[in-house]
């Protein structure tokens, strides 16, 4: 079985091909994403995966499937884009139908970034041994995907792991999402550069080796508004594991080490202490290897 | 199958004789629970089980197991109290072997009392058709348990569903279990009447007939902390109904319509328009039918 994978992210575009029996990645190409047309964005994938039908030496008629992560709400079925709150013009956008103009009969599927990012752990990362994780994705904004008794929790409506728009300041900062004082609008790096008045999170970060004591704060803030979604998480699931990655989780260990001690506040000793936070392993090829993970659950 | 339900309170005791395979409560007798030591409470306990054995016209030899829902933490193999948070004086007794000296060779099963009332909710009540859901009660405490593809969800180290202990307000109110800004701080009948400085919820509710403004601004935010709860879980889960019980929820509909307007303000459209926030339908028995459900999952 050999996939085509693409993560859409809300900044950059990654393309694969991939045998996903084998867990392996056989070539891989990723581009900046200026804010443009959904169109001249699929273009742009097209030229990618026809470059690497040619770096891999196979045909088109050799991909089996074709797996897609999405930085927002798809209707799975349609495969219509509901709301990519990070990609306005994107909204209501018909990607199968966009991709179906180059790729004729293939399967081609979706999913949330997010989900695919914690089956991609749970096939092929740390979580393959953890039965009950969470995986969060910190970077433009905050994503989730929920892995209950070793599946993908989706929920009634398919809207479950929506864990950066859980509530932790009442009437806090406005949210993209249009709630307020949501997770997302403290912890992801847009917000947290937004906060700070910094470009992005590497100037925050040397603002704050320079001593300037607001981007302190705003860091500090957006770590305790991750560790109280998590501390709450824990309360109510008592999971083995919570599974980081995206941009921000980049930072490094001190980054985690920050989170642990925080969300310690805010959850009892026992669902504290059975669960372990760490790094994905997948590093940043977690999504791309959850377009393979897609694939298989097909 | 006859088993002997014995739901062990904050306030009150309750002690039945049921047929679990029926559904049916054959006598129950309940007593409130002056703060006595747990020795004396088990005494009361034996008088009401032998006199419910001679209302029933039944032997002890007829009992098939003795299922018991306790208002905290447990050790639930030895069958000794971990945690009572109202109940300091149980910190750490031995129900088991006390219940052993008057009950002998039947099994004596444990479990916290919420996740009891979750059990009887998908064995006997409206739950039974929710495939997940989670069950709230709000009392002297808020206690949960939750139930995901129709079993109770236990968590790695059995902690699941401590709801009452999500962290609503960030350095906020003293909760009894050590952490500030809990749910449990702001929306128990203890916390609201505490905060209003009343004695108990009824008066609560007078007072605010009588107009007090401190009184409604108390309830106002028991509501409101309720609603972030059921807000960010629906946000994590995506669930098909949150059902309430519990002393506090005795207020009736104008308490449910106050906490679905309030969650609503908490929640994306579909993960809330999807969910039914309702009232347990076995109302004050629902932890006496939980004993049962813990039997029948023996």
């Given at each position: 079985m050999t996939s085509l994978g693409i993560d859409i992210g809300g900044t950059k575009i990654s393309v694969i091909i991939g045998h996903p029996k084998k867990g392996k990645i056989i070539a891989k190409e990723k581009f900046l994403l200026p804010i443009e047309s959904p169109e001249k964005t699929i273009e742009r994938i097209q030229l990618t995966y026809e470059k690497l039908l040619k770096q891999c030496k196979?045909?088109?008629?050799?991909?089996d499937i074709v797996a897609i992560g999405c930085p927002g709400s798809c209707d799975y079925t349609s495969?219509?884009?509901?709301?990519?709150p990070n990609m306005p013009l994107w909204r209501g956008y018909d990607i199968k139908k966009a991709f179906q103009k180059f790729i004729k009969h293939k399967p081609i599927i979706f999913d949330n970034d997010a989900n695919c990012a914690a089956m991609a752990e749970k096939y092929f990362g740390t979580g393959k041994k953890i039965s009950d994780f969470l995986y969060i994705t910190v970077s433009t904004g905050v994503g989730a995907g929920l892995i209950i008794n070793n599946k993908l929790y989706r929920g009634i409506s398919l809207d479950a792991a929506e864990f950066g728009h859980m509530t932790i300041v009442k009437n806090g900062e406005q949210c993209g999402c249009g709630k307020?004082?949501?997770l997302e609008a403290y912890a992801s790096g847009t917000s947290l550069a937004r906060r700070a008045g910094v470009k992005d999170v590497p100037e925050l970060l040397k603002e704050m080796r320079k001593g300037n004591t607001h981007a302190q704060l705003v860091f500090d803030e957006g770590i305790h508004a991750l560790a109280i979604g998590i501390g709450n998480t824990l309360q109510l699931l008592n999971l083995e594991a919570v599974i980081i990655g995206g941009g921000?989780?980049?930072?490094?260990e001190s980054y985690f080490q920050k989170i642990r001690k925080a969300a310690k506040e805010y959850t009892w000793p026992r669902p504290y202490d059975h669960c372990t936070i760490m790094q994905t392993s997948l590093l940043d090829d977690v999504v791309d290897y959850g377009t393979m993970a897609l694939a298989l659950s097909f």
């Open positions: 196979i045909t088109a008629d050799e991909i495969g219509r884009a509901i709301n990519f307020k004082g949501c921000v989780s980049t930072i490094g």
